[in-house]
């Protein structure tokens, strides 16, 4: 089993449309959990931090349960600027080492 | 946030010749970690890389293959050696913000590597 599994997509939504990726991981010491984002040819950045209490951040919302190891995302209110594909990304448990989703792929067509 | 440069961003090698990359950090960080994005490909740890000390490599990697320096806080190299074409992949360094402690990771724009 993979330490941070994704949805597979691709994603093809129309412009306004609400999508949601889910992930899960397998270490249960893990703490900390985020969301990056990648544009084609681009390195990855910080989309948001995942908390227990679940967190929003304008279209975008994260959550996080525990008991089942699986963090969500979901955005609302599509626009052709969030094609790009969505990393999970929770720490190791283990010091600094943080372990990449393999990405789902979001295509969002006018 | 941390502005990371890296070179080169690009290049196109030989088999069995070697590339060093480097790494530039605009700040000092304790921690300066190398990342390996083969093509369609999620970021997979090569290698931690600590000011005084030898880089930590993760399992599958190796520090003849991927020997790393890292002679102050602010900068470092990873050179991929006797290169063969799996080595083709996005080479990216990446930092934490730690003095926030935030976990966010920074990363360089990424070195794209095409071994012929």
């Known amino acids: 089993r993979k330490e941070v599994e994704q949805d597979p997509g691709p994603f093809n939504v129309p412009e306004g449309a609400t999508v949601a990726f889910n992930c899960t991981y397998s270490?249960?010491?893990?703490?900390?959990f985020f969301w990056y984002r990648q544009d084609c040819r681009k390195e990855p950045k910080l989309l948001m931090s995942?908390?227990?209490s679940g967190n929003e951040d304008g279209r975008f919302t994260a959550q996080l349960n525990r008991a089942s190891q699986y963090i969500s995302l979901l955005i609302r209110d599509s626009k052709l600027s969030d094609s790009a594909t969505y990393l999970c990304?929770?720490?190791?448990?283990?010091?600094?080492?943080?372990?990449f989703g393999a990405g789902t792929r979001l295509f969002v067509k006018a | 946030s941390a502005v990371i440069s890296q070179k080169p961003s690009r290049d196109i090698c030989q088999r069995g010749t070697s590339l060093t990359i480097q790494c530039q950090v605009d700040?000092?960080?304790?921690?300066m970690f190398w990342y390996r994005q083969q093509p369609g490909q999620s970021l997979t740890l090569i290698a931690t890389a600590n000011q005084g000390s030898e880089a930590t490599y993760e399992s599958g990697f190796v520090i003849d293959k991927f020997p790393i320096s890292r002679p102050n806080l602010t900068f470092s190299t990873l050179t991929v050696s006797n290169m063969s074409p799996e080595d083709s992949s996005i080479y990216l360094c990446?930092?934490?913000?730690?003095?926030?402690?935030?976990?966010?990771?920074?990363f360089g724009e990424g070195s794209r590597l095409t071994v012929l």
């Open positions: 990304v929770v720490d190791s448990g283990r010091g600094f080492k943080t372990i």
């Open positions: 990446s930092v934490a913000d730690r003095d926030k402690n935030t976990g966010e990771l920074f």
């Open positions: 700040s000092q960080v304790t921690m």
């Open positions: 995942v908390y227990s």
């Open positions: 270490n249960s010491a893990s703490q900390s």
